[in-house]
T-cell receptor, first 114, second 114 residues
């Protein structure tokens, strides 16, 4: 079975500073990787995904994540955060032949302050 | 664009009561699932369905029942509520459940069991 570890439960960051959210996974088979974002009192929204091909994937709002197979990591980064990026971020993994059974990390709360 | 709709948004129950959490999607998705979200634990899969008439258990199915009589609806039933079931419940859907498809989440039902 696969598992996901998000190494930081909370990350405080100043506006316009960079942020990195760490995610490591364990799996003995090929996986798909996702980052979801949850704004207060809302459901989860897909931020970006890695399925295959280029190991660097980007979202439309400036986030990027890099799949590192040797380190089994999928860290999320943004070079300059906005107040509106305050949210909880979840890393998730599913094996490539599963029925969409996502395994989630515990989440990282990002708090952006002016 | 309704997407995935969950009702109610909030509910308070007494121990031993039963209730049904409703989930409906208007995207003609075959795959639907229920997760619960608890602090520090991310989201955990309760039950899922790959199509009308087909359901299966996830990681934490005890105390919950599901059925799938139509493509659109996937209700979650608590037969005899327990305080351990206090949580935020999310319903999600994807076109056919393949692991490379992102899931679409509802806004959640916040359930408190006294």
């Amino acid at each position: 079975a696969q598992s996901v570890t998000q190494l930081d439960s909370q990350v405080p960051v100043f506006e316009e500073a960079p942020v990195e959210l760490r995610c490591n996974y364990s799996s003995s088979v090929s996986v798909y990787l996702f980052w979801y974002v949850q704004y207060p009192n809302q459901g989860l929204q897909l931020l970006l995904k890695y399925l295959s091909g280029s190991t660097l994937v980007k979202s439309i709002n400036g986030f990027e994540a890099e799949f590192n197979k040797s380190q089994t990591s999928f860290h999320l980064r943004k070079p300059s955060v906005h107040i509106s990026d305050t949210a909880e971020y979840f890393c998730a993994v599913t094996v490539t032949d599963s029925w969409g059974k996502l395994q989630f990390g515990a989440g990282t709360q990002v708090v952006v302050t002016p | 664009n309704a997407g995935v709709t969950q009702t109610p948004k909030f509910q308070v129950l007494k121990t031993g009561q039963s209730m049904t959490l409703q989930c409906a999607q208007d995207m003609n998705h075959e795959y639907m699932s229920w997760y619960r979200q608890d602090p520090g634990m991310g989201l955990r899969l309760i039950h899922y369905s790959v199509g009308a008439g087909i359901t299966d258990q996830g990681e934490v199915p005890n105390g919950y029942n599901v059925s799938r009589s139509t493509t659109e609806d996937f209700p979650l039933r608590l037969l005899s509520a327990a305080p351990s079931q206090t949580s935020v419940y999310f319903c999600a859907s994807s076109p056919n459940g393949q692991g490379n498809q992102p899931q679409h989440f509802g806004d959640g039902t916040r359930l408190s069991i006294l």
